[in-house]
């Protein structure tokens, strides 16, 4: 999987950051999402799938890849 966040709609509540902290961090400068892992490892993936569910802005996605 690949984890995809858009910056441009981020609104900066860092839900994302509590779920997986080791995938997401905070550009507090910017009050956006970083993506500290692109292609975290399986285990963390329903930690990712809640964060990308309960993220208010929409901001966060998964791409599965082959």
Not at 49 to 63: D, H
């Amino acid at each position: 999987m690949k984890v995809v966040a858009d910056t441009g709609v981020c609104q900066g509540h860092q839900l994302c950051q509590g779920e997986a902290p080791t995938v997401f961090g905070f550009d507090e400068d910017a009050d956006v999402v970083v993506v500290l892992d692109e292609h975290p490892d399986a285990s963390l993936r329903p930690a990712v799938v809640t964060a990308v569910k309960y993220c208010p802005a929409f901001a966060l996605s998964i791409e599965e890849e082959d």
